[in-house]
Nanobody, 122 residues
Framework: QVQLVESGGGLVQAGGSLRLSCAAS????????IGWLRQAPGKEREFVAA????????YRPDSVKGRFTISRDNARNTVYLQMNSLKPEDTAVYYC???????????????WGQGTQVTVSS
């Protein structure tokens, strides 16, 4: 079992920044790929970014690459999502999730946090 807890969400104006944190506990965190996925009102949950157990990163290319940066600190069992140049369309509940072998697909993730709300005002 891996328990995940997100924090760092909030209300920010367009162009601003937020850093989300995902704190993990339980089994060997460093062996897991950790992803950030988001769900906007009335839309399906979508992949945002992931960081593999070895530090490799993947980003949703069309909307966040160049603005968002994912990183991990295995000593602190924490993954971060630095979000810069935020846009109103980034408004969503952001979830972190863990998987041993998956990367982008929603169904590949085995463990989920409760989500943190990010609201970007125009």
């Amino acid at each position: 079992q891996v328990q995940l807890v997100e924090s760092g969400g909030g209300l920010v104006q367009a162009g601003g920044s937020l850093r989300l944190s995902c704190a993990a506990s339980g089994r060997t965190f460093e062996n897991y790929n950790i992803g950030w996925l988001r769900q906007a009102p009335g839309k399906e949950r979508e992949f945002v970014a992931a960081i593999r157990w070895n530090g490799g990163t993947i980003y949703r290319p069309d909307s966040v690459k160049g603005r968002f940066t994912i990183s991990r600190d295995n000593a602190r069992n924490t993954v971060y999502l630095q979000m810069n140049s935020l846009k109103p369309e980034d408004t969503a509940v952001y979830y972190c999730a863990g998987t041993r072998w998956g990367e982008q697909a929603d169904y590949e993730y085995d463990y989920w946090g409760q989500g943190t709300q990010v609201t970007v005002s125009s």
